[in-house]
Nanobody, 125 residues
Framework: QVQLVESGGGLVQAGGSLRLSCAASGFTFSNYAMGWFRQAPGKEREFVAAIGWSGGPTLYADSVRGRFSCSRDNAMNTMYLQMNSLRGEDTAVYFC??????????????????WGQGTQVTVSS
């Protein structure tokens, strides 16, 4: 049974940092590209970052490029999202997801088959 569990969310002041983790189980983690998405209240789920199966390449949304960094540890079956210089508009529920393939990181939800339950990130100004 595929399971993805996000952790590390919370309340942070604007300009601060958070590190999200996504613990994977029930599948061969190293065989799949992985992604981060987020959803703010009243908005559609949007792409944040993705990473290839080996730890590269990485892909970022324009809104987070240069502030967020996605990485993974295949030995630990875990993916990370380091978020720096956080802004109010980063407030959302953050989800990790497993791509269907071992290919390049991709930025559309339709390419992802399995999702975590999400972790709330709230940035106060």
């Amino acid at each position: 049974q595929v399971q993805l569990v996000e952790s590390g969310g919370g309340l942070v002041q604007a300009g601060g940092s958070l590190r999200l983790s996504c613990a994977a189980s029930g599948f061969t983690f190293s065989n799949y590209a992985m992604g981060w998405f987020r959803q703010a209240p009243g908005k559609e789920r949007e792409f944040v970052a993705a990473i290839g199966w080996s730890g590269g390449p990485t892909l970022y949304a324009d809104s987070v490029r240069g502030r967020f960094s996605c990485s993974r540890d295949n030995a630990m079956n875990t993916m990370y999202l380091q978020m720096n210089s956080l802004r109010g508009e980063d407030t959302a529920v953050y989800f990790c997801a497993a791509d269907r393939t071992k290919g390049q990181p991709r930025g559309r939800t339709l390419f992802y088959d399995h999702w975590g339950q999400g972790t709330q990130v709230t940035v106060s100004s």
